[in-house]
């Protein structure tokens, strides 16, 4: 391979990664009526959620957490490893909402067909069930339920979710932390804090991977303010309100 057809690769991959990120960043569901005004402060709930793990911060997320006595919700993905058995469980032990969102997190593989995207979800599911004792009930999307990259209409998807009385969750807000923008911790702490104001129930996006360093530094300080506002933070549960990218209630 000579050094042009590397560095062509090189930068389509590159292209790729920063297509997946603008994806999972921007915020189509938003326009055009986005709410801005101020909700009172005490009726505030802020689900943080975590995407992608387990990886080498699970562990520093759990401990944070812990530590702040904060509940948050984890879509987690297939992984085989011994240790990562060990932090699915400590995920639903510590009382957080294991939620899947893909075994092999391969767009090109689950978004393939109606098929391909059942038998991932049956082998996530039934993993994380024998793993640790607790069925799933919510699901986030790969790239959320308006990703643009699926080769089949995601409502396909989503009426198979919806037989299954699956619900799924996108977020209405963004830390930023998978964009191609290196924001610091603080300023990952100023988008979520910015934009929680905006909704009575925010369903707040995060990753949970390893080269997502900043992300572990901003979750306490993001804990703090987020506290500080008001925000009641709630794992994800029957009673949260579904934030939906694509409304499943109007999918026949
Ligand atoms: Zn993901």
Same mark, same amino acid.
């Given at each position: 391979?000579?050094?042009?057809?590397?560095?062509?690769?090189?930068?389509?991959?590159?292209?790729?990664?920063?297509?997946?990120?603008?994806?999972?960043?921007?915020?189509?569901?938003?326009?055009?009526?986005?709410?801005?005004?101020?909700?009172?402060?005490?009726?505030?709930?802020?689900?943080?959620?975590?995407?992608?793990?387990?990886?080498? @911060? #699970?562990?520093?997320?759990?401990? /944070?957490?812990?530590? $702040?006595?904060?509940?948050? &919700?984890?879509?987690?993905?297939?992984? !085989?490893?011994?240790?990562?058995?060990?932090?699915?469980?400590?995920?639903?032990?510590?009382?957080?909402?294991?939620?899947?969102?893909?075994?092999?997190?391969?767009?090109?593989?689950?978004?393939?067909?109606?098929?391909?995207?059942?038998?991932?979800?049956?082998?996530?599911?039934?993993?994380?069930?024998?793993?640790?004792?607790?069925?799933?009930?919510?699901?986030?999307?790969?790239?959320?339920?308006?990703?643009?990259?699926? @080769? #089949?209409?995601?409502?396909?998807? /989503?009426?198979?979710? $919806?037989?299954?009385?699956? &619900?799924?969750?996108?977020?209405?807000? !963004?830390?930023?932390?998978?964009?191609?923008?290196?924001?610091?911790?603080?300023?990952?702490?100023?988008?979520?804090?910015?934009?929680?104001?905006?909704?009575?129930?925010?369903?707040?996006?995060?990753?949970?991977?390893?080269?997502?360093?900043?992300?572990?530094?901003?979750?306490?300080?993001?804990?703090?303010?987020?506290?500080?506002?008001?925000?009641?933070?709630?794992?994800?549960?029957?009673?949260?309100?579904?934030?939906?990218?694509?409304?499943?209630?109007?999918?026949?």
């Amino acid at each position: 391979m000579s050094l042009l057809t590397k560095g062509i690769g090189l930068a389509k991959r590159a292209k790729h990664r920063f297509q997946d990120q603008i994806r999972e960043r921007t915020p189509v569901y938003l326009s055009p009526v986005r709410r801005i005004e101020q909700v009172a402060a005490r009726e505030r709930i802020c689900a943080m959620t975590f995407d992608d793990g387990p990886s080498e @911060n #699970t562990e520093k997320i759990l401990d /944070i957490l812990k530590e $702040k006595d904060v509940k948050a &919700t984890f879509f987690v993905i297939g992984n !085989a490893d011994e240790s990562a058995k060990e932090l699915y469980q400590r995920i639903v032990a510590e009382g957080h909402t294991l939620g899947m969102h893909s075994y092999s997190h391969k767009y090109s593989v689950i978004y393939q067909s109606l098929e391909a995207f059942q038998n991932d979800f049956h082998q996530l599911r039934t993993y994380l069930t024998e793993i640790t004792g607790v069925e799933p009930q919510i699901m986030r999307f790969p790239g959320g339920s308006s990703n643009q990259v699926s @080769n #089949t209409d995601m409502k396909e998807f /989503i009426r198979f979710l $919806k037989e299954k009385g699956i &619900t799924y969750y996108d977020w209405n807000v !963004a830390s930023g932390d998978a964009t191609s923008q290196a924001y610091t911790p603080d300023e990952l702490v100023e988008n979520v804090v910015h934009d929680v104001t905006a909704y009575e129930t925010s369903v707040v996006l995060m990753h949970d991977s390893s080269p997502k360093a900043t992300t572990v530094e901003a979750l306490e300080p993001m804990i703090d303010k987020l506290q500080q506002m008001g925000a009641e933070i709630l794992p994800i549960d029957e009673t949260t309100e579904p934030v939906q990218h694509i409304t499943a209630e109007n999918v026949e």
